[in-house]
């Protein structure tokens, strides 16, 4: 039972760089999330997808962009990474808008 | 203003005694509210959820929200060192992306 799986787990890129970060849940929630988590700014949601085959931008979207593959798997790009993107970022899910949210264990992301 | 207010500690309890972690929050439609733990270098975990003024006990946890007061806490009895974390608050407003979080309070539970 995995629960959110998330990979990889840490990961430096250079500025300009692109990358895609993967996201799956054996769960069979319907909504899937992004988030950066930052000290002193909490978390911050980037996109969601609120059921399969549908994508909307959270709260700081600029520089990402998302896929929702299929119920499974909710992946983030970075077109172009920059140190502003460095940061801690975690996938979750939940069965629906009033549920809690389960996470994955976080990306470790450093962009020089 | 931030939408969700906690304090950040580090809140220091003698193992045994009750923790009480607070939160405010702003909008005052919100409908849900949640609390995680969050160990250090770990994601967050849900523990508790709480939809109607009120408290709401599982275990040694207590969710106590007051709608009017714009209020919710979470009380942890008989704390253990393995209690010591960041608590996280979470307030939902309705719609997928209107899930707001706090930025935590740490909480040490000394032996």
Known sequence: NAGVTQTPKFQVLKTGQSMTLQCAQDMNHNSMYWYRQDPGMGLRLIYYSASEGTTDKGEVPNGYNVSRLNKREFSLRLESAAPSQTSVYFCASSPGQRSGYTFGSGTRLTVV | ?111
Do not use: H
Not at chain 2, 47 to 74: C, H
Not at chain 2, 80 to 97: E, H, I, M, N, W
């Open chain 2, 1 to 111: 203003q931030k939408e969700v207010e906690q304090n950040s500690g580090p809140l220091s309890v003698p193992e045994g005694a009750i923790a009480s972690l607070n939160c405010t929050y702003s909008d005052r439609g919100s409908q849900s509210f949640f609390w995680y733990r969050q160990y250090s270098g770990k994601s967050p975990e849900l523990i508790m959820f709480i939809y109607s003024n009120g408290d709401k006990e599982d275990g040694r946890f207590t969710a106590q929200l007051n709608k009017a007061s714009q209020y919710v806490s979470l009380l942890i009895r008989d704390s253990q060192p393995s209690d010591s974390a960041t608590y996280l608050c979470a307030v939902g407003a309705g719609g997928y992306q209107k899930v707001t979080f706090g930025t935590g309070t740490k909480l040490q539970v000394i032996p």
